[in-house]
């Protein structure tokens, strides 16, 4: 019987790297932030690329970590190991906040932060229209790109459900819709030493 020793190779499967979509980082991946991370790009271009971890939820709330911030049960995510003193902010709510990007049809990125905390403030914005996070991931111009090469991560695209639902499971779960031959990584020991 002939092994596959090919089963941890991500197949070229013409998705590529852009606004929008997300990376799945391969179970080896050992790195602190990205370890079994799905990152959300919202940047990517010959200059590099921006994005958010999706997938690591702190146990605190964005007004534990924002002063004068209205209370709302909206948590705060690892956004990436870059500027991890910054807060950035993913919503559905489009120019309702005035200067977001979009990134999806409705999903957008950022925007005018005192208008987003009065619409928050006034209830127009509730936990379900806004997520958190502290830093963002980043890559220098061609970094990602190495990083593909390198079968670090797969390239697919993830709903907006599942994009603005906070869950420590994505990774596992988008794993387990990319077929057969990515259903193996789920059941990969994070420390195979340990078996």
Not at 34 to 54: P, Q
Not at 78 to 88: A, D, E, L, R
Not at 148 to 176: A, P, R, Y
Request: aromatic residues 10%.
């Amino acid at each position: 019987m002939e092994l596959d020793i090919n089963i941890f190779k991500i197949e070229y499967n013409k998705v590529v790297p852009k606004k929008g979509r997300v990376l799945v980082s391969e179970p080896f991946l050992k790195d602190t932030y990205f370890k079994r991370s799905l990152v959300l790009l919202t940047e990517h271009s010959i200059d590099g690329a921006v994005g958010f971890v999706l997938n690591k939820p702190l146990a605190i709330k964005a007004s534990e970590v924002i002063n004068d911030f209205p209370e709302i049960d909206a948590g705060v995510s690892i956004g990436g190991p870059v500027s991890t003193n910054t807060i950035h902010y993913l919503h559905t709510v489009g120019k309702l906040i005035p200067n977001s990007l979009q990134i999806l049809d409705n999903i957008y990125w950022g925007g005018n932060f005192e208008i987003m905390r009065e619409l928050i403030r006034s209830g127009e914005i509730n936990e379900s229209q806004i997520r958190f996070f502290l830093g963002y991931s980043g890559w220098q111009a061609g970094q990602l790109e190495n990083e593909l090469d390198q079968n670090s991560w797969l390239v697919t695209e993830i709903n907006q459900s599942q994009i603005m639902n906070v869950s420590e499971n994505l990774w596992k779960n988008t794993v387990n819709q990319l077929g057969d031959k990515y259903k193996i990584w789920q059941n990969y020991p994070e420390n195979p030493s340990l078996n």
